[in-house]
């Protein structure tokens, strides 16, 4: 199956697994697609890596703070603005933005461009919470701002309300 990680053999040590270019599980949010390269299930649920594309003008998640978890974003391609708390920043490719827990943060494409980046969310938390807001939307509708923070909340995240 093409979305399934691939391991080293059993007997050789620790299993490595392997993600390779046309694998991974895919979840789309609105124009964002990603693939979860690492769920957390291959480490012990320490750490998480996705990869999304941005397709040009898409509008980030409202703005929130993650209470458990550290979130870090390296842009490889396009440029990708990311809002913390009252600041705009714009981060081309080559930037690494990390963000701790506590602190206010979204993102958005805000250019005509194609924008990918690499998200590192220690621990996988959040993981859980991209799937289920992929299943939320899926019949093309977007859900409530009460049902997102619900969805928000099962993972230790809130809306920054003195920043919507």
């Known amino acids: ?19 390779g270019p046309g694998d991974g599980e895919t979840i789309v949010l609105g124009s964002t697609r990603m693939r979860v ?6 480490t012990g649920h320490r750490l998480a890596l996705t990869e999304s594309v941005l ?13 458990r978890h550290d979130e870090g974003f390296y842009i490889l391609s ?5 809002t913390v708390g009252r600041q705009d920043y714009d981060a081309p490719a080559g930037t690494f ?8 943060h979204t993102f958005a494409n805000v250019t005509g461009q194609p ?9 996988d938390l959040y993981v859980q919470y991209f ?11 977007a859900p409530t701002p009460q049902a997102h923070a619900r969805a928000m909340s099962r993972y230790a ?4 309300r003195d920043f919507a």
């Open 97 to 104: 933005v990390m963000v701790p827990p506590g602190a206010p």
């Open 37 to 42: 390269l690492e769920d957390g299930s291959n």
């Open 78 to 82: 396009g440029t990708v603005r990311f």
């Open 1 to 19: 199956m093409a979305d399934e990680p691939k391991t080293s053999k059993p007997g050789t040590g620790p299993a490595v697994s392997m993600v």
């Open 157 to 160: 995240t809130e809306p920054a």
């Open 131 to 141: 799937r289920d807001l992929q299943d939320m939307t899926a019949g093309g509708q």
């Open 55 to 67: 397709a040009p003008h898409t509008p980030g998640p409202p703005q929130h703070r993650h209470a």
């Open 115 to 123: 924008a990918v980046m690499l998200s590192i969310l220690t621990p």
